[in-house]
């Protein structure tokens, strides 16, 4: 079984793009034209949120009244919009990809030992009830001939984390997304989550944590490699 995640461009297709004349100047053309639209994407989302605001200030609105709730005394005269505002800073990760924020952070790279960042705070609404969840969650990657920036990989978990999600989809997004910009030989995420669902209401149970975990390539396959990331990952 292969144990990459992903399959590999055939190296005489990249050698013979390789030698064509004027290689050097379409990577700077692609690069700039890669910028160019990631602003007028970035500028083009900024004004969808815009046009968006009214209605969802007025949802809120309607919310606080069935609530029972004046909408016109002082503390609540601007929660609407102030809602309005949070709830798309929440789920800004819709209108986000794992291009926009790598920026050609991937780096060619003779590693390949097991890379770990651990500890990387969440912060996410369950889908379910619309209350949040947070906690930790560990990344491992075996480098196929190329790293990546390490801040990228916590940025890779704020796209994810900024939606409507339920911790076990929350994962495996993660794990996908390195997957498949890196294509390294091996993936392992691990979440660890306090559900307010399952504090503020329902069973309320203070002290409970939900543990997910996805493994892709040889953390799936090597029963050793798999123990060497969780010993790591999730020693105190």
């Known amino acids: 079984m292969n144990s990459h995640c992903n399959g590999k461009v055939g190296e005489s297709a990249v050698e013979e793009f390789h030698c064509n004349n004027g290689f050097s100047d379409l990577i700077i053309d692609t690069k700039k034209s890669a910028v160019v639209h990631r602003k ?104 196929n001939k190329k790293v990546v920036g390490l801040s990228k990989l916590a940025r890779i978990v704020e796209i994810f984390s900024r939606r409507l999600q339920v911790q076990e989809r929350l994962t495996k997004q993660i794990a996908m997304g390195i997957c498949e910009a890196l294509q390294p030989k091996g993936v392992a995420v691990v979440v660890e989550a306090a559900h307010m669902c399952m504090v503020m209401r329902g069973v309320q149970k203070m002290n409970s944590r939900t543990v997910t975990s996805t493994m892709l390539g040889v953390y799936l396959e090597d029963p050793k490699t798999r123990e060497e990331f969780l010993a790591l990952a999730m020693h105190a």
């Open 40 to 143: 007028h994407e970035t500028s083009r989302k900024e004004a969808e949120d815009e046009s968006r605001l009214p209605a969802l200030e007025a949802a809120y609105t309607s919310i606080l009244r069935h609530l029972g709730e004046d909408t016109d005394r002082e503390g609540l005269l601007r929660t609407p919009l102030r809602a309005a505002k949070a709830i798309q800073f929440f789920t800004k990760g819709y209108h986000e990809t794992i291009d926009d924020i790598l920026n050609n952070a991937i780096f060619d790279e003779d590693h390949d030992e097991m890379v770990i960042v651990k500890d990387i705070d969440v912060f996410s609404l369950c889908e379910h009830h619309l209350v949040p969840f947070f906690g930790k969650v560990h990344i491992g990657y075996i480098p």
